[in-house]
């Protein structure tokens, strides 16, 4: 957890967007033109555009609730 760059844990720990991307990545693997198989691939290029975007995320815009980020 401590070397993510994003700095928040999901329930089980790990880091919340490390989670999350895997997740997701999961969710369109077999679905929008993604073969089954490139869920790390996904994830991975899910990351990324994270990090890339990082400096424009605005918490003050930000309205997380317990439904939509399933913590």
């Known amino acids: 957890m401590s070397d993510s760059p994003f700095g928040h844990q999901s329930r089980r720990g790990d880091c919340y967007a490390t989670w999350y991307t895997a997740k997701k990545a999961t969710d369109l693997a077999g679905k ?4 089954e198989d490139e869920v790390d691939d996904l994830a991975q290029e899910l990351r990324l555009y ?3 975007n990082w400096s424009a995320f605005d918490a003050g815009k930000s309205q ?6 399933g913590w």
């Open 64 to 69: 997380a609730s317990p439904s939509s980020t």
């Open 32 to 35: 929008c033109g993604f073969r």
């Open 50 to 52: 994270l990090l890339r």
